[in-house]
C-alpha cells in the first residue's frame, strides 16, 4: 500500500514548503476537489524505492461551525481519517500557540497516529526550539527546517519505518488483474462497477473495512478471475456510514498503487477537466497499466460524439498507449471489449522479457538508430535485461548511458512496445553504466 502522510497545521507554519519539499521530485502532483476555494495538494514522492504519497491539507482553521471554513475543516477531518501518519506541524520561531493545542486536541480524538514537527528550525539549538512542544503530549518534537531540508530527509525515513504496512510490504504474486476503476465524482464508477459485477455471482466480499479501506471484490467474467477495487464503497454491504464520502482522493491515489490495471473513467457527456488530466497523470506516475473508459456514449450525436474524442486527444494525449473505449455503463455496451482490453494490459504489464529477445531489440533499435554523440563521448549500449513488471522495467547495461537524451529513451520505449506488443502499459527504461 502506498502510506499516507497528511499535512496539518494552522497557516503560515511551512505546510506547502514541505510539501514541495517532499514531492520535489518530477512525481509532484496537484488535484483540485470540487467546491474547495483552496485546493488541496497531493503529490507523490520517494526514499530510495519507497514512494509514499503526501497530502496538504491547507490551512486548518479549527472554530468554525459553518460556511467555507467548516467545509475545510471537514474535508481536512476526512484526510486525517486517511491517513497512516499525520504531521502535525508548527513553528519554532512562533513558539506554542492557541491554535495549535486545539489542533492537538482533535488530532487526538481522531486516534490517527501523529508526528510532531517543529518547523523553521535551522540555526536553533534543539532543545530550545523543541521545549514548548512537549507538553502537546504528541511525543518528542522533531525539529525541522523545510526551506532549508534540515532533518527533512532523516524525518521521512524514520515516519516511514515506524509504519507497519510500509514495512511489511512484499512482492506480492498476481495471477489475474486487479482493477481499480478510477475518475472523478459523476462520471459514472458506481454504475459501471456494477455492470462489470452485473448478475456475477461476486464470490467473496473483502473484511467489512474501516472508513480508510477500500473494499476488495473478488469476482469471475468470462470464465476469467478479477478483483475489482472499489473505492467508492458501491458494494458495501449495508449503509455503514452516511457521512461517509463517496469521493476520495486519498482512496482513489492508494487504489492505484495497489491495482494492476486502472479502468480510468470520463464522461462523454462534459469536457476533459484538470481533475481527469491529474488522475491520468498520477496513473502513469506510479506506472500502472491502463484503460480509458469513455462513458455515457449512448445517445450522443454524431457531432457531440466527435466533439468529445477531439477534447480526449487533446487533452489526455499521453494517454495514447492505453486502449480507448467508448461505453455506456448504463446499458452495459461495451463492457466486455473493456474487460478484454484490461486483460490485454494487464498481461503487458506482467509480461515476461527474455535477456536474449531484449538484448536483439536493443541491437536493432541501435542499428537504425545511433545515440547521439555528446561532445566527445558515443553512449554505448552493450545489453538489456528486465529489472521488474507492473510496469515491466528495462535495464540497459551500457557506457557513457547517462549522456542519453530523453528522446532517445522514448524511441527506445517506443520500439520495445512495439517488439513485445505491450498494449496498455507504460515501460520504464533505467540506465546502468559500468566503468
Ligand atoms: P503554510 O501556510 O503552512 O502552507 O506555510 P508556507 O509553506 O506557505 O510558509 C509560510 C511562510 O514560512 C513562508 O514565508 C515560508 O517561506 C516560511 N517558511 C517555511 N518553512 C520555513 C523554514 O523552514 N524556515 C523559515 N525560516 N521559514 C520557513
Ligand atoms: P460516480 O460518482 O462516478 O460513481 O458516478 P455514478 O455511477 O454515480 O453516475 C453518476 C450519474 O451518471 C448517475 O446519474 C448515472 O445514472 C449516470 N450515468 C452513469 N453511467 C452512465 C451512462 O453510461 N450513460 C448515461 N446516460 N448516464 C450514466
Request: net charge neutral.
Amino acid at each position: 500500500m502506498l502510506p499516507t502522510l497528511v499535512l496539518v497545521g494552522r497557516p503560515n507554519v511551512g505546510k506547502s514548503t514541505l510539501f514541495n519539499r517532499l514531492t520535489r521530485s518530477r512525481d509532484a502532483l496537484v488535484a483540485d476537489l470540487p467546491g474547495l476555494t483552496r485546493d488541496r495538494h497531493y503529490g507523490r514522492g520517494r526514499v530510495g524505492e519507497r514512494p509514499y504519497l503526501v497530502v496538504d491539507t491547507g490551512g486548518l482553521e479549527p472554530v468554525a461551525k459553518e460556511g467555507i471554513l467548516h467545509e475545510m475543516a471537514k474535508q481536512t477531518r476526512q484526510a486525517v481519517d486517511e491517513a497512516d501518519l499525520v504531521l502535525f506541524i508548527v513553528d519554532g520561531r512562533d513558539g506554542l500557540t492557541p491554535q495549535d493545542r486545539i489542533i492537538a486536541t482533535q488530532l487526538r480524538k481522531t486516534g490517527r497516529p501523529v508526528m510532531l514537527l517543529v518547523n523553521k528550525a535551522e540555526g536553533m539549538q534543539r532543545s530550545r526550539v523543541t521545549m514548548d512542544f512537549h507538553e502537546l503530549g504528541m511525543g518528542e518534537p522533531i525539529p525541522i527546517s523545510s526551506a532549508h531540508g534540515d532533518n527533512v530527509a532523516e524525518m521521512i525515513e524514520v515516519a516511514l519505518d515506524e509504519l507497519p504496512a510500509a514495512a511489511a510490504e512484499v512482492e506480492e504474486k498476481s495471477d489475474h488483474p486487479k482493477l481499480a476503476i478510477v475518475g472523478r465524482p459523476n462520471v459514472g464508477k458506481s454504475t459501471l462497477v456494477n455492470a462489470i459485477l452485473g448478475e456475477e455471482r461476486v464470490i467473496a466480499f473483502d473484511q467489512p473495512g474501516t472508513t480508510r479501506d477500500s473494499i476488495y471484490i473478488d469476482f469471475e467474467r468470462g470464465g476469467k478471475q478479477y478483483t475489482i477495487i472499489d473505492t467508492a464503497g458501491v458494494r458495501r454491504r449495508g449503509k455503514i456510514d452516511e457521512a461517509i464520502e463517496k469521493f476520495s482522493v486519498v482512496k482513489t491515489l492508494q487504489a492505484i498503487e495497489d491495482a494492476n490495471v486502472v479502468v480510468l473513467v470520463v464522461d462523454a457527456r462534459d469536457q476533459i477537466t484538470e481533475q481527469d488530466a491529474h488522475l491520468a497523470d498520477f496513473v502513469l506516475q506510479a506506472g500502472r497499466a491502463l484503460v480509458l473508459a469513455v462513458n455515457k456514449w449512448d445517445g450522443l450525436d454524431e457531432y457531440k460524439r466527435d466533439t468529445a474524442k477531439r477534447d480526449i486527444e487533446r487533452k489526455l494525449h499521453f494517454l495514447s498507449f492505453a486502449k480507448h473505449h467508448f461505453i455506456s455503463a448504463l446499458n452495459g455496451t461495451g463492457v466486455d471489449a473493456l474487460l478484454k482490453s484490461v486483460n490485454q494490459a494487464y498481461a503487458a504489464a506482467m509480461a515476461k522479457l527474455p535477456t536474449p529477445q531484449l538484448t536483439r531489440v536493443l541491437e536493432e533499435a541501435m542499428q537504425k538508430q545511433q545515440p547521439p554523440r555528446s561532445g566527445s563521448f558515443r553512449p554505448k549500449m552493450r545489453y538489456a535485461h528486465q529489472g521488474g513488471s507492473n510496469p515491466p522495467l528495462i535495464i540497459i547495461h551500457g557506457s557513457a548511458l547517462e549522456k542519453i537524451p530523453d528522446s532517445y529513451s522514448r524511441y527506445l520505449e517506443k520500439t520495445f512496445c512495439d517488439a513485445f506488443k505491450l498494449q496498455g502499459t507504460p515501460l520504464r527504461i533505467e540506465y546502468k553504466s559500468g566503468k
